[in-house]
């Protein structure tokens, strides 16, 4: 059975750190792209980052750009998101996501497996 458990989120102070994971299990993660995206409460579901199955192509988005960087280890089963100079407007619910192709894809619909969703909040 596929499954995603995302794990790493917590809360942290304004300009702090983070380190989100993306385990999978049921299945080989290598030769899947990888998205990473958020919700906050009230708001649409946006895409984060994405990784092509190779490692080679990573997307970000504008907001994230340059803040966060996205990774995946094939041989651990796990993808990551590493994110920094967090914000107060990071705060949501951060979802990995597979979708079995081996580019880089930004959009929701792209993703057909998903993780049940970790929380950031940035506060001071």
């Known amino acids: 059975q596929l499954q995603l458990v995302e794990s790493g989120g917590g809360v942290v102070q304004p300009g702090g750190s983070l380190r989100l994971s993306c385990a999978a299990s049921?299945?080989?993660?290598?030769?899947?792209?990888i998205g990473w995206f958020r919700q906050a409460p009230g708001k649409e579901r946006e895409a984060v980052s994405c990784?092509?199955?190779?490692?080679?192509?990573?997307k970000y988005s504008d907001s994230v750009k340059g803040r966060f960087i996205v990774s995946r280890d094939n041989a651990k089963n796990t993808g990551y998101l590493q994110m920094h100079s967090l914000k107060p407007e990071d705060t949501a619910v951060y979802y990995c996501a597979v979708a079995d192709v081996p580019l880089c894809d930004m959009s929701v619909r792209a993703f057909d497996s998903w993780g049940q969703g970790t929380q950031v909040t940035v506060s001071s």
């Open positions: 049921g299945f080989t993660l290598d030769r899947y792209a």
């Open positions: 990784i092509s199955s190779s490692g080679l192509m990573t």
